[in-house]
């Protein structure tokens, strides 16, 4: 399965991981009992917490942080950089330092569908819910149902 799958020795992967082919781990940290799909990546200083299912071409860079609990539908892309560019202004490519990383959570128990872009600097509350192709730019409240582009808050999720 090695000539499939990519993992930085640097990585620290929890009991009963369960890794698909075509992924991509390097400095990152994932929980027990997390599943992770194919295509997906995870950057260093990235968390995910115990029992995730992150699914197929998802991208979680550096300083995101998922905690238990969590299910990331299919396509989810975090974004960690409020000013992205490609070079710097004298012209030459941007390096560690010319940027600055934006942290992101992801409360326990929330769930993100599918095709949803999260950008940085936002917290998505314990138990929330970001509906499918969302666009976060702001934070969601614990509980919370959110849609749309930018996400806004539909209704709260009622208690079973």
Known sequence: ????????????????????????????????NTKIGAFVEIQKNARVGKNCKISSHTFICEGVTIEDN????????????????????????????????????????????????????????????VGAGSVVTKSVPAGAIVAGNPARVLRRIEER
Request: hydrophobic share 40%; glycine share 16%; aromatic share 8%.
């Open 70 to 129: 969590v299910f990331v539908g299919h396509g989810v892309t975090f974004i960690n950089d409020r000013f992205p560019r490609a070079v710097t202004a004298s012209g030459e490519l941007q390096g560690d330092g010319d940027w600055t990383m934006v942290p992101t959570i992801v409360r326990r128990g929330a769930t993100i569908g599918s095709g949803a872009t999260i950008l940085c600097g936002v917290e998505i509350g314990e138990n929330a819910i």
């Open 1 to 32: 399965m090695s000539e499939y799958v990519c993992i930085a020795p640097d990585v620290k992967l929890g009991d009963g991981v369960k890794l698909s082919k075509f992924i991509n781990l390097y400095g990152c940290e994932v929980g027990d």
